[in-house]
């Protein structure tokens, strides 16, 4: 069995983000960078489908620049067996990491592919599902629970959804993408961290995938938020309540 | 000149706000491009409910019937989605970012060779789009680039349709490859409540980590959830810890809510959290912590202790009746 685990880089989400005053992108100094935090949950996932399942190499995929290494690395000190770095200069738009994703399962032919629900720059919440339907497979999105059958042939995903939990079923191969409650995802052990360092790293130019890279998306320009100024505080609840009935008028 | 064609969803053939905030949306788009709006209904016996959408202004509402379609799953509808789409010659596919919205339109897209834009809060004149990222941290301008477009747009960030002119109903058999079908549904556990639904409710209570506990929340916060008549949100904190289900959590990665009143209780306000609440009209913060980041956001802030100021205010709201 083979797991493949599309793995982003992203600013720290505890990090505060500022938009340039030119709006071409955010301010990057100092900024740190870290495993998208629902990849990391994939990432976990496969390492115990792994354990549970009598064994499986789970492969990691990150599609962009040469520092996504640190990334990739951080995943296979988890206990990943492997990585490929799909080495691209600036931002790569959601379908055309799909796209090599694609690519990518032609050729490795994995029987699971993992990503995360949602990249927290982006906040595109678009790949799995585009991969899904490039490859005409079953998707179970917003995991928070995944079931293998005994023989490993299918799959039931318990999907976080409005309104409560849905499970789907569908066979292997498929698309699952993660969402918070799938799992706590280990730290990586300091032996894990030696021997990240000679596991292996490969790295492939997007260019070299063959895929259609025209642009779908234009990002024109980012603005910041509108501020919301802080209000007054009240010292007691009856105030409180006063307030919101006779000047906010919402009781 | 291009046609837009609105999903516009339903659970057990009742349409919720989305549906009508679709419809709503997609008729913006269809001014804009200049072309016509239509829907479309899916399922199984859904006749009456796409009679009753084509009271809000749409031409037509598309009744799309098939067996496989009476359970949402995101193949098939992808297949009849965008197999309508191109028999009706619309270019724009719209429909809203709910948990449906982003499972399916990101494989239309692709099955129609369409870009796609999720989560988008406005349609500018120019054609562009504005969307959020890095949690709401920054606004994204942005344009679709090919012929053929795919959107999901916020639910808070557009007026939902309103009745108005009465437009066609047209049955129509949906075109679906049963073979090419993976993806099966297999059961809904349903969080049952008797409280308004946390998108469409004008008021919303939310509990965090300083509930301490599930039981907190049914005798602590929920007699003043159900004085205010509001819906029950939390923090993601609070929905990994398991004191209330995960539909509750509001934020980044979870619903987006913009009601009248927001009212914040044992909530420290991480910009995870305010990505999902920060455009309700009226933020009310409780919490003992003068120094927590919710009250930066806050109309008015309470500092105290929730155990004692949430009992007192479920009193004083009940005084007002
Ligand atoms: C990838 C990612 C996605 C995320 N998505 C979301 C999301 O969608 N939604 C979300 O909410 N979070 C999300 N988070 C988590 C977010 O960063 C915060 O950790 C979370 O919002 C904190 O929840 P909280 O405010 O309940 O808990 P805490 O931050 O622990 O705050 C508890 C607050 O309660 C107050 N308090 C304690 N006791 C009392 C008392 N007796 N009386 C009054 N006040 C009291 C404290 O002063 C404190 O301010 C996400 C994080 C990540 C990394
Ligand atoms: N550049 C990338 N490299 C690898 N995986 C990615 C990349 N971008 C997105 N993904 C995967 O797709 C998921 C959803 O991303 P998005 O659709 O952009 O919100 C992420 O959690 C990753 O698993």
Redesign the pocket.
Request: proline residues 3%; hydrophobic residues 45%.
């Given at each position: 069995m083979k797991i493949l685990v599309?793995?982003?880089r992203v600013p720290d989400p505890n990090a505060t983000i500022k938009v340039r005053p030119d709006g071409t992108g955010i301010v990057t100094d100092n900024l740190k960078y870290v495993v998208?935090p629902?990849?990391e949950i994939?990432i976990e996932e496969a390492l115990r489908i792994k354990e549970n399942h009598g064994g499986a190499e789970v492969v990691l995929?990150?599609?962009?620049e040469q520092v996504?290494q640190e990334q990739l690395r951080t995943g296979l000190a988890m206990g990943a067996d492997r990585a490929i770095l799909v080495l691209q200069d600036g931002d790569?738009e959601?379908v055309i990491?799909a796209r090599a994703?694609a690519k990518l399962v032609e050729q490795e032919q994995p029987d699971i592919v993992m990503?995360?629900?949602?990249?927290i720059d982006?906040?595109?919440?678009?790949?799995?599902q585009m991969l899904a339907e490039m490859l005409g497979w079953g998707q179970g999105t917003f995991a928070s629970e995944v079931k293998l059958s005994e023989d490993k042939s299918s799959a039931v995903v318990t999907r976080e959804v409005d309104g409560g939990l849905e499970d789907v079923e569908m066979p292997l191969p498929a698309i699952i993408?993660a969402d918070l409650r799938l799992n706590e995802p280990r730290y990586a052990s300091l032996p894990g961290i030696m021997k990240a360092r000679k596991k292996e790293l490969k790295e492939i130019p997007l260019g070299d995938l063959g895929i259609d890279q025209s642009v779908q998306v234009k990002v024109h320009k980012l603005s910041p938020p509108p501020e919301r100024q802080a209000g007054k505080k009240v010292e007691t609840v009856q105030e409180l309540v006063d307030l919101l009935h006779t000047e906010a008028k919402v009781i | 000149m291009s046609n837009v064609l609105v999903f516009a969803e339903h659970l057990h053939k009742k349409f919720s706000k989305n549906a009508l905030v679709a419809v709503g949306a997609g008729q913006a788009i269809a001014a804009q491009s200049g072309g016509e709006c239509y829907a479309a209904v899916f399922g199984a016996g859904i006749e009456d409910l796409a009679k009753e959408l084509s009271e809000y202004g749409v031409k037509t509402v598309f009744a799309v019937e098939h067996a496989t379609l009476e359970h949402y799953a995101p193949d098939a509808h992808a297949q009849a989605l965008s197999a309508l789409a191109e028999d009706k010659g619309c270019d724009i596919v719209v429909g809203t970012a709910s948990s449906i919205g982003k499972d399916l339109l990101p494989r239309v897209a692709v099955r129609l060779g369409a870009g796609m834009a999720s989560d988008i809060t406005a349609a500018n004149d120019d054609g562009t789009l504005e969307r959020p990222t890095y949690a709401g941290n920054a606004m994204a301008t942005i344009s679709i680039e090919t012929p053929r477009k795919v959107i999901s747009v916020r639910a808070t960030a557009f007026e939902p349709a309103t009745k108005s002119s009465a437009g066609t109903v047209e049955k129509v058999d949906a075109k679906i490859d049963e073979a090419a079908l993976k993806t099966k549904f297999v059961s809904f556990d349903e969080t049952k409540s008797d409280r308004p639904s946390l998108t469409e409710a004008r008021r919303v209570v939310s509990g965090g980590r300083g509930l301490k506990n599930g039981e907190n929340f049914k005798t602590v916060l929920e007699p003043l959830v159900d004085a205010l008549g509001a819906a029950m949100g939390a923090s993601r904190a609070a929905v990994d810890a398991g004191f209330v289900p995960n539909d509750l959590q509001i934020g980044q990665t979870g619903k987006v809510v913009a009601p009248e009143l927001y009212i914040a209780v044992g909530i420290s306000g991480a910009i995870q959290h305010l990505a999902g609440m920060k455009d309700s009209k009226v933020i009310v913060a409780i919490n003992k912590d003068e120094e927590a980041p919710i009250f930066q956001v806050s109309d008015y802030g309470l500092v105290a202790d929730l155990f004692k100021a949430v009992p007192e205010m479920k009193e004083a709201v009940e005084k007002l009746k």
């Open positions: 599309a793995v982003k998208n629902f990849c994939a995929v990150s599609v962009g996504c790569v959601p990491v994703l990503l995360g629900k949602q990249a982006d906040d595109s919440n678009v790949v799995g993408t | -």
